[in-house]
């Protein structure tokens, strides 16, 4: 495998994408944010694959989304390339969007039905200026096809005639008839069969090798960014609270969020399973429209201390070369100065009337228990 290298591609800083909430009769009243993705910074260099996890509404697909300029970020900047993107529009833009392409969780429905495969794959071109008239064009695609692991007979065929891992091909090979440089995969797999889901992530490593891609793979599952990340960075509540060497963050995870995701991953050997430490992190994901104060995960960490969690938000600072942590408190928990204890439940309630800035906490209780044989 080709080593990643040490210039960034692309880079967030500060990036936040707030969602106005609207209410009254022509929705033309705003009464609080849902805030997706609150203040992150982010570098992704040539060549590497990036995994992004966390839970369902954390802000990974609006990340995702804010780096392509899909979603016009509320604030913050966007480099690629060494080129400022924040006020890019039009033209300039489109051009550049040329070489940012999205891979997305469900094939069926990127993929228009009443479209051929070939149609599909031809579309971006055109758009692009790439289709160089049919012979080329034609070749290009066989190519193409045949990387993505399909027969050239596919270009005549319809969405609906494939498996959901061809499909999933399909996508990919859509995304790369523009040369793209980065790729920004969302869920690519988790439509799929277990079965299939290791050929399609080998696929991705293979075209990796054989493009020179840079990815941002978007999972809720660890073991899939495992396997294929060279770093991986851990969402909570629209912000990022871990990030490191994807060896790194398996092996030795400092935040208490990223402790408690790990520790739900089965580990195959029958004796460390029985001994490793597991922390339930029992109730939902406060609502992003309301986070709490101070460190967004105080109101379910089994870690949390009374001075500084509820009030000061941690920044992610680097705690050793390459490993930043979101955690006051990261070098005591490392080190055992500070145990894990059980979470009382904190009583909520949600007020949308509320003005953002002395909103109420809101977010169902939680408890956390955590077993430490
Ligand atoms: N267009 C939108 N308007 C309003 N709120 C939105 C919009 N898109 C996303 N959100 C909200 O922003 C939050 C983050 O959503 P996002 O889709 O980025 O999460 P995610 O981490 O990708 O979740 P999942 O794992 O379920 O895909 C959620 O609360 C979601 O409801
Ligand atoms: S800052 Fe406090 S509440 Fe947040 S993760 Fe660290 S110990 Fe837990
Ligand atoms: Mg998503």
Redesign the pocket.
Known sequence: MTEPSTVPLVEVDDIK?H???KRGVILDRTVGH?Y??DGVDLSINQGETYGLV????????????AMLKL?EPTAGSITFDGVDLSSMKGEKLRTMRRRMQMVF?DPMSSLDPRQSVESLLIEGMRAHDLDKGKESTGKRLRELLSSVGLPSTALRKYPHEFSGGQRQRIGIARALTVEPDLIVA??PVSALDVSVQAQVINLLEDLQEEFGLTYLV?A?DLAVVRHISDRVGV?YL?GLVEEATSDDLYAEPLHPYTRALLSAVPVPDPALEDRRERILLVGDLP???NPPKGCRFHTRCPWKQAEKCDTERPPLREIRPGHRVACHWAEDIRDGRIRAHEVKPESVEMDWDTPDDDATLTGPASVTETLNP
Do not use: N, W, Y
Request: aromatic share 4%; charged share 15%.
């Open positions: 994408v969602f106005p909430i849902v997706a993705v966390g839970e369902s509404g954390c802000g990974k697909s609006t990340l995702g989304r979603i969780q969302d869920e978007i809720h969402m629209g609502s992003p429209a």
